[in-house]
């Protein structure tokens, strides 16, 4: 059973630093059902690669058993299986255990490190799943992962017989360390379907504390902790129970206050009217009919897009179960005609994971959403959009920064909007927006909303992206 993690991060044997094991020495760990052992198979300065090598002793946990027939000697199948040689929660157990501080997000020597984005790729030898390369991509596209599956066969000899649950696994994401070895620990024993040690209430905990930031937005969240919980019915709907909580307590908490704030500073301008308009007009004149509003809040541009026949299908997204139901209400959806209703859908997700449900649209706006989103999120949020949806025609609206200084009532230094992570100037959304078009094969064209002051520009900027 064995896990390597690689990287072409440069200097590579960063990942030394990270996962708190040198590469020039092999460290083994004593686990409860055998030996763990770590070592790099490759040690560059180009390219690193970990290996974590589990040595499961079958006869050894038979022997452990504390009752039933097992303890006195077991059955053959007790002793004849594949838990030595197939990633499971073995796995999971060895990963807490040997890279336990880097699964936290720390690095004792290099700390700037934790934080890194980089290059990984995780390669299991062998995992189950009887379900098939359905379940693994369902399971991990949406985290922003690439994958390469192969199925085995029962047997090579026989190809009659057919295939086996087992797999090999590839994984590739450019992210941190700490989710890569968090998602692997959560999602390893989802796929397996089984747990070798007892289920209890502390396991809930377990799963929501390592789900944190991620798990509550996933599309199989129901299916991850009905599996992770071993089927127990109690468990898995206090699970769900407080992710739903977790899930509509974030976005939604002060988001009426922060609003005001943002809408206080604009007002004087119908700033808000303007940036619908001119997205809708951007939409319009790129005879899209199948559009996609990420982060739609309430529904305003939805409302626009539902008055104009060009529109034939329109979806608006938000990760704000509140913000969808206000949406839903505004928008009357309960009373439209049924032909009108047929036109719009309404989706509970996030931008931060990779969903089948984003793709084959015509266009995708993103009104004032951006700004929101801290640098790690940010980055997900690009492969999202520009490589996995990839729709024919983007429109991205976010603050001018230089324009903030010509508002009265916004005091000096503040952003205008209390959840913005950054405000850009033209030069820095020039930039950024440059460099993604670029990267993803689209081209991009800037343009001002709003009254334009001739040394700060319009406060509001927009990138126009087209392939």
Known sequence: MMLTISTTHEPATDLGYLLHKHPDRCQSFSLSFGQAHVFYPEAGKNRCTAALLLDVDPVGLVRNRKSGPAGEG?????????????ASSFMSV???????????GRCQHRPDLADQIMPLEARLAVISCAAGEGLLRELFEPLGY?????????DDRFPAWGASPYHSLTLRS?????????HLYVLIPVLDNEKHYWVGRDEVDKLLRQGEGWLSTHPKKDLIARRYLRHQ??????????LTEEDQSDPDATAEAQDQQERQAEAPLSLHEQRLDIVLDALKSAGAKRVLDAGCGEGKLLRLLLRDKQFESIVGMDVS???????AQRLRLDEMPERQR????????????RDQRLSGFDAAALVEVIEHLDPPRLRACERVLFEFARPSLLVITTPNAEYNSLFPSLPAGQFRHRDHRFEWTR??????????AAKFAYRVRFEPIGPIDPDKGAPTQMGVFER
């Open 94 to 104: 060895a990963i807490a255990k040997v890279y336990g501080t880097a699964m936290t």
């Open 146 to 154: 690439a994958l390469e599956t192969h199925r085995h066969p029962l």
């Open 233 to 242: 019915s109690h468990l898995t709907r206090d699970a769900l129970v407080r």
């Open 427 to 436: 030069a820095e959304f020039e930039q950024w927006a440059s460099v993604l």
């Open 342 to 353: 047929q036109r719009i859908g309404l989706l509970h997700g996030s931008l931060m994971y």
């Open 174 to 182: 450019t992210t941190t360390l700490a989710k890569l070895l968090t």
């Open 74 to 86: 077991g059955s053959l199948q007790h002793y004849v299986n594949d838990r030595p040689y197939v």
């Open 321 to 327: 179960a509140r913000a969808l139901e206000i949406a």
